[in-house]
């Protein structure tokens, strides 16, 4: 699926993440309100992160090799979607986003 993006899969992407001296590239979904099935006319979603600034933040502090992300990635075309996804060393992101449907990241990479 990622091929087909023009996107290295798991078995191309060379080297792992570089843990010893923390240059990571976390990457936090935020889910905001937004009408996505009729059931639910406001749009109104329960499961989202309050304190996105405040995680960034800390995570920034905690790790300041670290690239730190937060995305709203509906927002994103398909292939940036995808591209977000395989660039992260770290996923984190509120259920129920389908992280499943990534398909194939880095054997290195962690889902939180």
């Known amino acids: 699926m990622l091929a087909g993006y023009g996107l290295a899969t798991s078995s191309t992407v060379a080297g792992a993440p570089d843990c010893a001296a923390l240059r990571l590239s976390v990457l936090f979904i935020w ?10 006319p406001r749009g109104t979603v329960s499961r989202k ?8 933040e800390r995570v920034s502090a905690v790790l300041p090799q670290a690239r730190v ?3 709203q990635i ?3 075309t398909m292939d940036q979607q995808l ?6 060393d770290i996923l ?3 259920p129920p986003p389908r992280h499943c449907r990534v398909g194939r990241v ?3 990479a962690g889902l939180a």
């Open 92 to 94: 984190i992101g509120q």
């Open 49 to 56: 992160i309050a304190n996105e600034d405040e995680l960034v």
């Open 69 to 71: 992300r937060g995305v």
């Open 83 to 88: 591209r977000l996804i395989v660039d992260a």
């Open 74 to 76: 509906d927002l994103y």
């Open 31 to 40: 889910r905001h309100d937004y009408v996505a099935h009729p059931r639910n």
């Open 106 to 108: 880095r054997l290195s």
